[in-house]
């Protein structure tokens, strides 16, 4: 089993920053990609980033050139830098794990983060 653990969410003003952390402890020898998804009031969850061990990353449209994300797979940790942030921004954020980049981006890794809210002011 794997066990993911976000931190760094909060309240902050349109055009401000934040940036999220995620911890993968367990049986991380099956884990080459992490990632995170988001899900607003009403909407599906969708793909936010995500990342392999390589150099393969993956934005949704919206937040490429404002959303970095970055990690240390010595330290089975990923990291969202978000800039820019926008009112639609807002959501909760989930930590995903997969096997592989393609499998994460597609249909979400197996294991979830306990998610952590992120809102943008107008």
């Known amino acids: 089993q794997v066990q993911l653990v976000e931190s760094g969410g909060g309240l902050v003003q349109t055009g401000g920053s934040l940036r999220l952390s995620c911890a993968a402890s367990?049986?991380?020898?099956?884990?080459?990609?992490m990632g995170w998804y988001r899900q607003a009031p009403g909407k599906q969850r969708e793909l936010v980033a995500g990342m392999d061990w390589g150099i393969s990353t993956n934005y949704r449209d919206s937040v490429r050139g404002r959303f970095t994300i970055s990690g240390d797979s010595a330290k089975n940790m990923v990291y969202l830098q978000m800039d820019s942030l926008k009112p639609e921004d807002t959501a909760v954020y989930y930590c995903?794990?997969?096997?592989?980049?393609?499998?994460?981006?597609?249909?979400?890794?197996?294991?979830w983060g306990q998610g952590i809210q992120v809102t943008v002011s107008s």
């Open positions: 367990g049986s991380t020898g099956s884990i080459h990609a």
């Open positions: 995903n794990a997969d096997r592989s980049l393609w499998e994460l981006a597609t249909r979400g890794g197996p294991y």
